[in-house]
């Protein structure tokens, strides 16, 4: 049976993969954002959204609002949901239980805001994109030299994969409380080093040399010991691994 499902920030990476599969499955998929006339700072225009939609995939954010959309924005979001009975997917970050960076601080809270407003919702936490790994690999890498810390590593995934599994949650059965989804992760893990020679030999440059920086401070400390990548068995795998999704990007990357 068709769903009306809305998506927060449906226009945005990941959400408008999400708003082309549904629609793609039949489903109605009503792409909501601040283009549309909701914004989650304000409220402005969140009742009407909420109002008759089957479920709410929430993709919104804006790192560089602070709370303002993260935390705020997503637990005006989740009381809205839970008001009217409405499933709400929301997606998350894996590793950022104990993290001391402040936008994982801030992801953590946006978990329990979804979690304290009491309605049927479903968390579904992915590690860092590809676009984004690759965006780590070219920013730490200076010239020929890449400096990494610890053990850094990424277990990168794809945002299609993402999309997928978010999308089968919202069409799936309403949980009957807050849940969590198994966390998704792609197929490889890959120390930053390994990650930033892929990203260089993509546009014809020589292996980096590793530069190891001594962890000082709490955050080195957690991206040392890459407490963004998954128990190992932990995640959900699936999608193309870092390799085959760098192949379909131009040589030169742009953004993450
Ligand atoms: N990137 C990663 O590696 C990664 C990994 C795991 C999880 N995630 C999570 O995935 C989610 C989506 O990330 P993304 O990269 O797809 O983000 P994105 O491309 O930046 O899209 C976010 C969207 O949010 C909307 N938005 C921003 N401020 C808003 C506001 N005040 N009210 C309503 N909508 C607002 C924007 O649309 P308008 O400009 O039209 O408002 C924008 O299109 C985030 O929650 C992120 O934490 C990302």
């Not at 579904?124 to 030299?145: E, I, M």
């Not at 400096?147 to 945002?159: L, N, R, S, Y």
């Amino acid at each position: 049976m068709a769903m009306r499902i809305v998506v927060t920030g449906g226009m945005g990476d990941l959400g408008s993969r999400v708003v082309r599969l549904l629609v793609a499955q039949g489903h109605e998929a009503v792409a909501a954002s601040r283009r549309t006339g909701l914004d989650l700072t304000t409220g402005a225009g969140l009742e009407p959204v909420v109002a008759g939609a089957d479920a709410v995939v929430h993709c919104a954010d804006d790192p560089s609002r602070g709370d303002f959309v993260t935390v705020y924005g997503t637990r005006r979001l989740a009381d809205a949901a839970a008001a009217r009975g409405v499933h709400l997917v929301h997606v998350s970050i894996v590793g950022i239980d104990d993290h001391p960076m402040a936008y994982y601080r801030r992801k953590l809270r946006a978990e329990q805001a979804v979690a304290a407003a009491g309605g049927p919702a479903t968390v579904l936490r992915a590690t860092q994109f590809h676009s984004l790994a690759a965006f780590f690999g070219r920013t730490l890498t200076k010239g020929p030299v890449t400096f990494t810390i610890g053990d850094m590593a990424f277990q990168p995934v794809d945002t299609d994969f993402v999309a997928t599994r978010l999308a089968e949650v919202a069409t799936g059965p309403r949980p009957a409380a807050y849940v969590r989804a198994r966390d998704l992760a792609g197929p490889d893990v890959l120390p930053l080093v390994e990650l930033a020679r892929l990203v260089r030999a993509h546009r014809g440059a020589s292996a980096p040399h590793a530069v190891h920086v001594p962890p000082v401070g709490r955050l080195l400390h957690a991206f040392a010991e890459s407490r963004n990548v998954p128990v190992p068995g932990a995640a959900h795998v699936g999608g193309r691994t870092f390799a085959e999704w760098l192949a379909t990007q131009p040589a030169r990357l742009t953004g993450h």
